[in-house]
């Protein structure tokens, strides 16, 4: 794959990385709970997401969900639901946090990759349900691969790229977030900022199952 078709890519992918949504969402939210480390988590689940849509799409498996109206109509809903169901767990957070102030912290028990609400899995979702991510991989990608040749290596080859974009994008706002947690971590603005997250969050849910 030559060096031109990887950055026309990138420039292609640039508006849609930059765009706000789900994951930049989680990370300026995780960063303010819990500190930059959690906002590493979802960057990694976003990257993750991308070579799974990438692999997905180079091996043929995703084509089912772009040429079937009701498979992608499936994958619209089910990751909508996901958007919803985040965004609404994001605001009963706002009011449990608001029941439990003044309390005494309690040391939480360690939080496992693969559990429901680490941040990890919670930026591979919210990658891997957004029909949109998929639809980069099955219909923009391609356009700069070589006919006639294999397509799982060149494909790869762009996801990394854009994992390399999406990941300096969303760093750059993991040491914003970071510089401002201690603002944000206190307990009128943490609430504010769970309730704010919730609606985008469900708004966008709404979004994509209406599109």
């Not at 009963?92 to 912290?105: D, I, K, L, Q």
């Not at 990658?127 to 006639?148: M, S």
């Not at 854009?162 to 201690?182: E, F, I, K, N, Y």
Request: glycine fraction near 10%; hydrophobic fraction near 55%.
């Amino acid at each position: 794959m030559r060096g031109v078709a990887v950055l026309g890519f990138l420039l292609a992918v640039a508006p849609i990385t930059a765009t706000p949504g789900a994951s930049l969402t989680l990370v300026v939210s995780r960063v303010a709970s819990g500190g930059r480390r959690q906002g590493w988590w979802v960057i990694l689940g976003t990257v993750t997401g991308l070579y799974v849509h990438a692999t997905l799409a180079a091996v043929g498996l995703a084509a089912l969900v772009l040429r079937s109206s009701q498979a992608f109509w499936v994958v619209k809903l089910v990751g909508a639901g996901y958007l919803v169901g985040l965004g609404l767990w994001m605001l009963w957070s706002a009011s449990r946090r608001r029941t439990e102030a003044g309390r005494r912290p309690t040391v939480s028990a360690r939080r496992l990759p693969w559990r429901v609400d680490h941040p990890y899995l919670q930026g591979l979702l919210g990658n891997v349900l957004n029909p949109k991510a998929a639809a980069v991989y099955l219909t923009l990608a391609p356009q700069f691969l070589e006919p006639g040749r294999p397509v799982l290596v060149p494909m790869v080859l762009l996801a990394t790229a854009h994992a390399a974009l999406a990941t300096c994008w969303l760093a750059g706002w993991t040491v914003v977030s970071g510089a401002a947690a201690r603002l944000l971590r206190t307990a009128s603005v943490r609430r504010m900022l769970d309730r704010l997250t919730g609606v985008i969050l469900v708004g966008l849910g709404v979004r994509a199952a209406a599109t």
